[in-house]
């Protein structure tokens, strides 16, 4: 079975600040990571994802992950948070195929303070 | 081109009725996967069709069903509504090139208030 665990359900930066979202996964085999945004009102948006290729995963928006296997984790950062990254962030795992569910985490919310 | 499209975007039903949500893929688009999005549990995976059949389906009652039409289309169907079930409910799609990792492209969801 795989799950995904997100530590902080909201955390808050400074305009400006380093951005970082914690992700833990689990999984029997090798996973693919994603990590979507939500704005309120929409649906899901994806941001960066990791399928077995480099490590360090750049995305939209200025925003990285990198995969660490030892650590089984998969972090969001961005150097520099933009009042526009006020959202809500997922970080989803699936097996390593295709056409298998997506297994989310409970999701941060990200605020941005002025 | 345009995207996932999911209607109606609200609505509001009472315990014990039944309600159908509808989503549109992207053209081309083979896979239709859903999701419920609720405050305590998060999002979670319903089912996923693929050229009309069900190919996956997550942990939830027979009182949640789906289908999919020939031209993709899919709709899931919620019978004897619980209050429980008042969720927004995603709809993604995807291409299905091969075996190899394919995205999945969400739409904007339907919110269901049950009362």
């Known amino acids: 079975a795989q799950s995904v665990t997100q530590l902080g359900s909201h955390v808050s930066v400074s305009e400006g600040a380093l951005v970082l979202l914690r992700c833990n996964y689990s999984?029997?085999?090798?996973?693919?990571l994603f990590w979507y945004v939500q704005y309120p009102n929409q649906g899901l948006q994806l941001l960066l994802k990791?399928?077995?290729?480099?490590?360090l995963v750049k995305g939209i928006n200025g925003f990285e992950a990198e995969f660490k296997k030892s650590e089984t984790s998969f972090h969001l950062t961005k150097p520099s948070a933009h009042m526009s990254d006020a959202a809500e962030y997922f970080c989803?795992?699936?097996?390593?195929?295709?056409?298998?569910?997506?297994?989310f985490g409970k999701g941060t919310r990200l605020s941005v303070i002025a | 081109k345009a995207g996932v499209t999911q209607t109606p975007r609200y609505l509001i039903k009472t315990r014990g009725q039944q309600v159908t949500l509808s989503c549109s893929p992207i053209?081309?688009?083979?896979?239709v996967s859903w999701y419920q999005q609720t405050p305590g549990q998060g999002l979670q995976f319903l089912f996923e069709?693929?050229?009309?059949?069900?190919?996956n389906k997550g942990n939830f009652p027979g009182r949640f069903s789906g289908r999919q039409f020939s031209n993709s289309r899919s709709e899931m169907n919620v019978s004897t509504l619980e209050l429980g079930d008042s969720a927004l409910y995603l709809c993604?799609?995807?291409?299905?090139?091969?075996?190899?990792?394919?995205?999945?492209?969400f739409g904007p969801g339907t919110r269901l208030t049950v009362l």
């Open positions: 053209s081309g688009h083979r896979s």
């Open positions: 069709y693929f050229s009309e059949t069900q190919r």
């Open positions: 999984s029997s085999v090798p996973p693919y």
């Open positions: 990791y399928t077995s290729a480099a490590t």
């Open positions: 993604a799609s995807s291409l299905e090139v091969g075996t190899g990792y394919n995205e999945q492209f």
């Open positions: 989803a795992v699936s097996r390593n195929s295709g056409n298998t569910p997506l297994v």
